[in-house]
């Protein structure tokens, strides 16, 4: 059998076992016992071409009712489709249809469907599609899923959350191919309504050939977001044969909106209330707020927030600026306690604080005021007279000098603290911690140590020094990171105990080390003069941030190049490539010279690596022109011929051999001849 032949069966061999096995059954995933089956119209598609499902349901928990059914595309399937006011009957059995066009097919892949009943989901295969073919009829096996090496794995429930819910979804990832992936970035797109709980979302994950990873998303649900089902977008980003490939995936959240959010309810701050009743300058109180639901029916997820806070006047102590209020029944009433802190500097004065209330498209406002007792008037100049006032004078980390901290390298902070006032503090505690910004929820952790000291005592003007080992995180990005020092003590300010808790907050840069590595550079050499000079280096950046700007230079003596300087651009963490220089060699000789790789750190230092090399472009000596040799001197019968003379004088050495030895084979079988002539004149005469 030709190989056209046996490729042919062998295709039509594995569509048949394919079709027997898709048509065998289907494969519900949900423990609850709903399964599906489905069937396409028409009973054969090809890619491109518009198709329907019909999905049988069985065993769901919706009985008796109709409900909202979504079918959704797997594997070489795509899109979905969502019917509405699909009737089920009591045995939880219905019978639906798709609307055509709705999912399509890539014309490669096994093809399935996901089914989405409420919180029930179960899968099927789909069979009747017709793969593209090649050339000779086989079907093709792509090297890698069309469109997608990344998939959500079939069978995964649906993720699902509560408007106002905060929680983190972990969706399965099957690597489709037999390759192993390092590094691939994950970032997700949400709709309105909802997002991630932080500022940003990236995740690295490496997928071996075949495997099923974790991607953990932290999402939050706005508290007024409406029921139901509402489509993400998943980007990959990979290298695939050593260049960028970016791919993405839709996958669905059902959220179970809240209710009573739509005007119905009606918020209001009813009462107010200020403990102590006034509120001396520098030291703490409370605010209680009476919210009250007037409306008719309930209320779920408030957001209460104060607005007006300034460090001038109004801080939280050691709070939010903002609580919740999970539900409030029409007509009743809750108390909310905010504990706040006055500024040591506010002059005596009745001072504004503004309410906010929201509850989905239901909001309310209110205003409060406090009245404050300064140390004097507006204007006065004595009012901060003694009030204490602590600082953070100095302060070093690392070694002396040092100009930034490393990741993963324990360091010192070392601190000088001074009483900045005129009466001297008690009973200071002072804690160490490290500040959130919008990427992570702090660079650094105490290493060795608690991060709370206590003081005992602080005079006035007086300075303390007070030191902590510090472990940055491995993978924090180059930049500078905040260090939020607090402080809480006591001082007797005009006869009176005051308590007071300011924060003072540091910056310390952080860098990564440098990894950057080039390999040794090999010279293809030596070369003919006029010849090209060609060679190959390898590059890596085994560093956990990315370098800018690299560029090679090439300089030296003995060539000439068509490119003396290359611009590569950034390398990312764990990327690397090749460089491949090629020099014009004009004249025979020595050839000297070297690589330049210049590029920027994370902190923006410029660096250089330098690679020498040495070869040589030897003469190109030309053929001396072949010598006339007279004929008439060189026997030819018994002795060499002229042919033999011309290769001899012509050639090399080993060409001479090689003529001579010919020659003397010709010369020994003419005289064998000749012997043999003889021989047979000799015996003529005998006779």
Known sequence: MNQTLFKKAMGLMTALAMFFLLAAGTIPVNAAGMSVKGSILPSSVSAGESFAIKVSITGSKTTGSSAEVIVSGLGGLSGSCTVSDVQFDSSGNALLTTT?????????????IMVQVGGETATTSISGFIPKQDEDDTPITPSKPTGNVFVIKEGTPLPTLNAGETKTISLPLVNTTSRRYTDVQFAVELPTGLYVDGASFSQKITFSGRATEKLSIPLSVAAGTESGVYQAKVTATYKYSNEPVTESFDFNIKVTGSTGQTGEGRLTVVNYSINPG?????????????????????????????????????????????????????GTSTNLTFNLCAAAGMTTGNYILDISMAAGELTGSAKAFIPVQGSGSSGGTGANEGKPQVIIESYTYGEEGATSVIGGQVFTLTMKIKNAGKVAIENVKMTVSSAADETTGGAFSPANSSNTFFIQSIPAGGTIEKSIDLLPKADAAPKSYGMAIAFNYEAMVNGERIEMNPTETISIPLTQPDRFEIG?????????????????????????????????KIEGEGFTTAESESYIGNVESGAGDSFEPSLNTNQAGPITGRLIFSYEDANGEVKEVIKEFESEAMENTPVDPMPEIPTDVIPEENGMPVWGWIAIAGGGAVVAIIVIVVVVKVIKKKKQKALDAEDDYDDEDLK
């Open 100 to 112: 055509a066009g709705s999912i399509t097919y890539s014309g490669s892949e096994t093809t399935s």
């Open 278 to 330: 006034t509120v001396s300058a520098g030291s703490n109180f409370k605010l209680v707020l009476t919210v009250k639901n007037t409306g008719s029916s309930t209320i779920k997820d408030t957001a209460v927030t104060l607005g007006g806070l300034s460090t001038d006047a109004f801080t939280m102590n050691n709070s939010l600026d903002t609580q919740y209020i999970s539900t409030l029944d029409a």
């Open 520 to 552: 040794e550079l090999q010279m293809w050499g030596p070369v003919m003069a006029g010849e090209t000079l060609s060679g190959y280096v390898n590059y890596v950046n085994k560093g956990k941030s990315t370098i800018f700007n690299l560029s090679v």
